[in-house]
């Protein structure tokens, strides 16, 4: 697996990024044929007085990109939000797999 962290408007810290790979191995211990994972942290800096925390990932799996996005006032907190909504992808994605297969072997004993 080839995991890429950057950073726009950000300095990428060491703790940021073990946090992000810390996240990422939940997703990979539920699918492991993930082939490469671009991780995009940003900040927003807007004239209102909250600056908004974005974090975005791209995942290739075996025939597939997935994509999410999430933000919030924190950025570990986007991180945290960002990698649930990713496993649930990750995850329906291996039972549409799954039952795919499934199907295509009745059709072959029948």
Not at 2 to 31: A, Q
Not at 66 to 78: G, H, K, P, R
């Amino acid at each position: 697996m080839n995991l890429t962290i950057s950073g726009h408007h950000l300095d990428v810290t060491p703790s940021l990024r073990s946090y992000v790979e810390s996240k990422l191995d939940r997703v990979v211990r539920h699918f492991d044929q993930v082939v490469n994972v671009n991780v995009l942290l940003s900040v927003e800096k807007l004239k209102e007085k909250e600056k908004r925390q974005r974090a975005e990932c791209n995942l290739m799996v075996k025939g597939k990109s997935i994509f999410c996005e999430s933000q919030d006032e924190d950025l570990y907190a986007a991180i945290d939000t960002l990698v649930d909504k990713l496993d649930r992808q990750v995850v329906e994605h291996k039972n549409r797999l799954r039952d795919h297969q499934a199907t295509a072997g009745k059709h072959l004993a029948s």
